[in-house]
């Protein structure tokens, strides 16, 4: 009978160093996690207000007749841009005529993608750095500086957004109410109009048919065309965004509502224009 009970307590303690090592090892691992979550947390962002920096282009894909979406490789593949929401990034380049070029553009990438950053940008056949970027090829180099901005959005900041814009004047707003709607702490809702020239120029469709798909709810976006198609049903506007639009489609002027514009210039005169007549406060509007 002793050695049957010295035999089960040999098995006991033999059970018990197992499930001790096995307890230590899952520590281990938890721990390991734990550092490479905090690292890469905590890593230094890409960005440098201060300085241009080189970053290269990896991808290059034509998404319209004129506009291209871009993939630039981070110098560390664990480190975020560091863009705070609503802000923008300063591209440079040397133009053909040998004199710099700096332009303002805004990724449509979440800020904590890690190692690379995403640009929709459209091409216009005289702009300077249209020129540069349509003959880059991968590998070439782009100098950015960053974040620049007057505008940073934070979560719950207003009960409802009121954006309007105009061809690629979407990508500030898409980086808005994409942070917004993919933050479950955020009740923020959004009215989205955007106008452009034809049904092939609407830029980021598929990405907001999506966010649209999963929260209907609270996103809406309204669609006006210069020339809508003549060949098939269009559910959205015709001609210009008007008053009478932006008064049927947004909430009614209140201290929670916050309009945000983006476009050309002879559209955002005519939003200025129209969002004051409505009575919409000055300080309840943005203009990127």
């Known amino acids: 009978m002793e050695e049957a009970g010295s035999e089960v307590m040999r098995s006991v303690i033999t059970l018990l160093s197992y499930w001790q090592v096995g307890a230590g090892l899952l520590v281990v691992l938890v721990l390991i996690q734990a550092l490479v979550f905090l690292r890469k947390k905590t890593k230094k962002p890409f ?29 560390d593949p664990e480190q975020r841009v560091g863009l705070p929401i609503g802000q923008h990034i300063s591209f440079k380049a040397q133009g053909e005529d040998g004199k710099d070029v700096i332009r303002p553009y805004t990724p449509v990438s979440d800020d ?7 640009f929709v940008i459209k091409l216009y056949p005289t702009g300077k750095m249209s020129q540069v970027i349509a003959k880059m090829q991968l590998g070439d180099t782009m100098l950015m500086k960053g974040p620049k901005g007057r505008f940073t959005y934070t979560p719950n900041m207003v009960k409802h957004f009121g954006m309007l814009a105009g061809g690629t004047g979407i990508t500030p707003m898409f980086q808005v109410l994409n942070a917004i709607l993919k933050n479950p702490r955020d009740t ?9 020239l034809t049904e092939e120029d609407i830029l ?44 049927t489609k947004f909430p009614a002027p209140s201290s929670d509502i916050m309009t945000l514009r983006c476009g ?24 990127f």
């Open 112 to 118: 904590d993608q890690l190692g690379a950053v995403d």
């Open 47 to 75: 960005l440098d207000p201060s300085e241009f920096q080189p970053v290269p282009l990896v991808e290059k894909t034509l998404i319209t007749h004129n506009t291209v979406r871009l993939r630039f490789a981070l110098p």
């Open 204 to 247: 980021l469709r598929k990405e907001l048919d999506e966010l649209v798909a999963m929260h209907g709810n609270r996103l809406t976006v309204y669609h006006v065309l210069n020339t809508p198609p003549v060949d098939k049903e269009w559910s959205g506007g015709s001609g210009f965004i008007s008053s009478e639009l932006i008064r």
């Open 188 to 196: 923020t809702s959004v009215t989205l109009l955007y106008g452009n």
């Open 264 to 287: 050309p210039s002879p559209m955002m005169v005519a939003m200025e224009k129209a969002l004051t007549d409505l009575g919409y406060a000055e300080d309840k509007q943005f203009q």
